[in-house]
T-cell receptor, first 113, second 113 residues
Framework: EPEVTQTPSHQVTQMGQEVILRCVPI?????FYWYRQILGQKVEFLVS????????KSEIFDDQFSVERPDGSNFTLKIRSTKLEDSAMYFC???????????FGQGTRLTVV | GDSVTQMEGPVTLSEEAFLTINCTYT??????LFWYVQYPGEGLQLLLK?????DKGSNKGFEATYRKETTSFHLEKGSVQVSDSAVYFC????????????FGAGTQVVVTP
């Protein structure tokens, strides 16, 4: 069964460093998303991406965040200068269309120290 | 803006007990409604969905009915198993969104033998 794959499963980084979280969406999907879940809090939408551009983003997704689909299979989330409060589980998701089911990866736990 | 409110956990039940997790929403028009489940150490999986009023979503013995009049989408299961222990998330997708999901805070369910 096709699945969304995220790497790494856990990343520890120093405050101020740049991190790139990687995702391989399901191959024929067209819409891609990043969400995050701070420990003990709700899952929050960060950004949606379609046709090689951001289609919607939340107020959390400020200038320190960027997304890219560099090679037609990967979908990455870059955090330019990490802060302690960026520590969270980051989920990637993909869907065939914007009105159908989104499939989620298992998440990357980011710990900023 | 759109929002989802679900009952706080943890909910602790004995095997074969009846489970209800309440979920209410605030949104414009007729959003699509979802229940996602997160088993320990895994990502989010779609459990069931409903896209219009009075629709009933069902899967794996779980059911939820889209009630427009009460803006609710409560999750129920008649007889839970230990394997149902997980965190359950209610979510909505608004009419004008690019697939963005708005999640509730999640409800942890613990089923004991």
């Amino acid at each position: 069964e096709p699945e969304v794959t995220q790497t790494p499963s856990h990343q520890v980084t120093q405050m101020g460093q740049e991190v790139i979280l990687r995702c391989v969406p399901i191959s024929n999907h067209l819409y891609f998303y990043w969400y995050r879940q701070i420990l003990g809090q709700k899952v929050e939408f960060l950004v949606s991406f379609y046709n090689n551009e951001i289609s919607e983003k939340s107020e959390i997704f400020d200038d320190q965040f960027s997304v890219e689909r560099p090679d037609g299979s990967n979908f990455t989330l870059k955090i330019r200068s990490t802060k302690l409060e960026d520590s969270a589980m980051y989920f990637c998701a993909s869907s065939l269309g914007r009105e159908v089911e989104a499939f989620f990866g298992q998440g990357t736990r980011l710990t900023v120290v | 803006g759109d929002s989802v409110t679900q009952m706080e956990g943890p909910v602790t039940l004995s095997e074969e007990a009846f489970l209800t997790i309440n979920c209410t929403y605030t949104a414009t028009g007729y959003p699509s409604l979802f229940w996602y489940v997160q088993y320990p150490g895994e990502g989010l999986q779609l459990l069931l969905k409903a896209t219009k009023a009075d629709d009933k979503g069902s899967n794996k013995g779980f059911e939820a009915t889209y009630r427009k009049e009460t803006t609710s989408f409560h999750l129920e299961k008649g007889s839970v198993q230990v394997s149902d222990s997980a965190v359950y998330f209610c979510a909505l997708r608004g009419l004008d969104s690019w697939g963005k999901l708005q999640f509730g805070a999640g409800t942890q369910v613990v089923v004991t033998p």
